[in-house]
């Protein structure tokens, strides 16, 4: 059976993936490899309330699997309300099959 992943390695991985991803976009790497620290210092809910900072200030668009998760994160460290507060959601890049601010299809069959 495969342990449930901790709130540090959704957090971990998150930043990294991040980082990697908006590396050529010249977005804030250093800061989010500082969340990467605080993690590995057993800081997670600093670590957490870095990155959602870092991701809000920065305006840095988020994909579904990073959001993903965040939610999981924030269920975990009981940062949920907080995360909706924040609304991070908006940071979400559309998928690449419907158009920004466009509804999902539905067939008409």
């Given at each position: ?45 600093l ?50 099959d ?12």
């Open positions: 059976m495969t342990a449930a992943p901790t709130p540090g390695a959704l957090i971990r991985s998150t930043a990294r993936t991040i980082a990697r991803r908006t590396a050529a976009r010249h977005q804030p790497i250093h800061a989010l490899g500082s969340v990467v620290a605080m993690v590995d210092a057993d800081e997670d809910e670590a957490f309330d870095d990155l959602v900072r870092i991701l809000d200030h920065h305006r840095i668009p988020i994909l579904q699997p990073e959001y993903d998760q965040l939610v999981s994160a924030a269920t975990l460290l009981g940062e949920l309300e907080w995360l909706a507060e924040m609304d991070i959601d908006r940071l979400l890049e559309p998928r690449h419907e158009e920004p601010g466009s509804a999902p299809e539905t067939s008409s069959r």
